[in-house]
């Protein structure tokens, strides 16, 4: 199958354009993103007592797509001495984040894959479940590295090939060919990107599954993160409520009526040198 390629003049722009929607519907999602984030809080858990464990003293932190800013305040609970930064790309979710917290956590809306930080300046970077967003992870994961001090650690959550696969399985059924899950990458090539950009770090791989009364209740929490289907190939229109339907008869149930979805997540820490 041949390749096509854009021209880099509109790439960039495609590109520009992907992220003012990711901005918007997650600042969108800003006032319910809280009460939805049942796995964003067990991921960021989990690495928030792997961080405690190892006994860090951090003076810089930078809590990188810190969304509502739930993992900022609780970095700066964890780490009262630090000079703690927020940053998203969404100004809705900052805003959201800089009402609710501490005047002393200091909030930016940036990019992740250009930052404006100097060299050297966090000595932990944290960064749950915003990675899978990005255009170019293996830019992000560059930048981290450049900003991190010597010594410095970095603890990173993401999400992998797998996740939602019994909602990607039942939307093949209700509506053949258009997709409807967002894609997310191979565990193969994020194992070579973190080998390659962070050498020496550790990758920990998990499946977690969460229960649901149903698909749209599953759908209903996917809307209110503002992580609902961001692909090129989406709908334009509404989806008809009968290929919902269709779905939800195609979605693999429980004994009790409920469901579960899968999602195939990965940890990766890494001490710089």
Not at 41 to 46: E, L, T, V
Not at 107 to 134: H, K, R, Y
Not at 172 to 197: C, K, L, M, Y
């Given at each position: ?182 894609r997310f990458e191979q565990p193969e090539i994020w194992r070579d990107i973190t080998s390659d950009v962070l050498p020496g770090s550790e990758l920990v791989t998990e499946t977690k599954r969460l229960p649901y009364d149903s698909p749209m209740g599953l759908n209903r929490e996917l809307k209110l993160l503002g992580a609902g289907f961001k692909g090129e190939g989406r709908r334009r229109s509404v989806t008809a ?33």
């Amino acid at each position: 199958m041949g390749v096509i390629r854009t021209p880099p003049e509109s790439l960039g722009r495609a590109e520009l354009a992907a992220k003012r929607d990711i901005a918007r519907e997650f600042g969108r999602a800003s006032k319910t993103y809280e009460q939805a984030s049942r796995l964003q809080r067990r991921m960021g858990d989990a690495m928030l007592a792997r961080l405690a464990e190892e006994n860090l003293a951090p003076r810089t932190i930078l809590d990188l797509g810190c969304g509502t800013g739930w993992f900022t305040r609780k970095l700066q609970a964890l780490f009262p001495e630090a000079r703690v930064v927020g940053v998203d790309l969404s100004p809705g979710m900052i805003e959201k984040a800089r009402t609710a917290s501490p005047d002393r956590i200091q909030w930016l809306t940036a990019d992740a894959e250009s930052l404006p930080f100097a060299a050297g300046s966090f000595d932990l970077v944290f960064s749950n479940l915003m990675i899978q967003w990005c255009h170019d992870p293996q830019s992000v994961l560059s930048q981290c590295r450049r900003l991190v001090t010597p010594n410095g650690r970095l603890a990173i959550s993401t999400l992998l090939d797998g996740t939602l696969s019994e909602l990607k399985q039942a939307w093949e059924v209700a509506d053949p060919g258009q997709p409807h899950v967002n894609r997310f990458e191979q565990p193969e090539i994020w194992r070579d990107i973190t080998s390659d950009v962070l050498p020496g770090s550790e990758l920990v791989t998990e499946t977690k599954r969460l229960p649901y009364d149903s698909p749209m209740g599953l759908n209903r929490e996917l809307k209110l993160l503002g992580a609902g289907f961001k692909g090129e190939g989406r709908r334009r229109s509404v989806t008809a409520p009968g290929r919902f339907k269709l779905m939800s008869r195609a979605y693999p149930s429980e004994k009790d009526g409920c469901i579960l979805a899968t999602y195939e997540s990965a940890f990766v820490y890494w001490r710089a040198p």
